[in-house]
């Protein structure tokens, strides 16, 4: 997902282990340390919660930390009240779930804050019947998407589907795409075009075998910077291609 960011945003990850490699030029990696102290000194320890805290001072656009499960979480949703962009995981069954966690200890957010999060996708790990064995094989799927308009006021945009391995979508329940009509001055079947598109491109990558994280970047920052020209040239033309 943070391959679709666009190109040129300053972005800081936030993490325990270095495990994201993002192919942005404006991009910083910090890394939490653990104290060298003996016994109960903490001397020399960094924490997320630092790290959060200090991220803060380069003023960047996103600020992505690997998992939440402490009192970093408040400085993330500050950073996130100042205007900042976020992006974090953490351990939840679902959405009530994960708010719940979120507002108790050692978290402590405010259900004021809730709707500072624009979005929350739930990941799980399902087993699929093969096509031509029969044979269950494990695979991950987002298995919805939920926008949040209030504490306890959730909106279903995507869900899925395990009979037909497919995902429904509800658009017109968020809160995200009018927002998006708003500020971009489009109307619902240009954003709906839009949306297409970019569908389009990402299957275009799928079918060209095209999965290598840099590469994907590349065709992402391509699309940013000239979409027509880019669209005609490549997902248009291919289709072209295929019908001839």
């Not at 269950?136 to 209030?150: F, Q, T």
């Amino acid at each position: 997902m943070a391959c679709l960011i666009k190109p040129g945003s300053k972005i800081i990850t936030i993490e325990e282990t270095a495990e994201l490699n993002l192919p942005h030029e404006n991009w910083v990696s910090l890394i939490s340390r653990r104290s060298y102290g003996l016994g109960e000194s903490h001397s020399g320890e960094v924490s997320l919660f630092d790290l959060v805290k200090t991220s803060m001072r380069h003023r960047p656009d996103l600020i992505m930390v690997g998992e939440i499960r402490g009192n970093e979480a408040y400085t993330l949703f500050q950073a996130l009240a100042t205007g900042h962009g976020g992006m974090a995981t953490m351990h939840a069954e679902n959405i009530d779930s994960a708010v719940k966690r979120l507002i108790q200890k050692p978290m402590d957010i405010a259900p004021a804050y809730m709707p500072l999060m624009n979005m929350v996708a739930s990941i799980q790990r399902v087993h699929l019947p093969q096509s031509k064995t029969g044979e269950m094989k494990a695979y991950r799927r987002i298995l919805s998407v939920d926008e949040i308009a209030d504490y306890e006021d959730y909106r279903n945009i995507f869900k899925w589907k395990a009979a037909e391995d497919f995902h429904g979508s509800v658009l017109k329940n968020g809160l995200m795409l009018p927002a998006i009509m708003e500020r971009r001055g489009f109307t619902w079947q240009e954003l709906l075009m839009e949306m297409k598109r970019r569908e389009n491109v990402l299957r275009w990558m799928r079918t060209r075998n095209i999965r290598s994280y840099k590469e994907v970047a590349g065709i992402i920052t391509e699309y940013y910077a000239r979409p027509d020209e880019f669209y005609a040239r490549e997902v248009e033309a291919d289709a072209a291609a295929k019908l001839s």
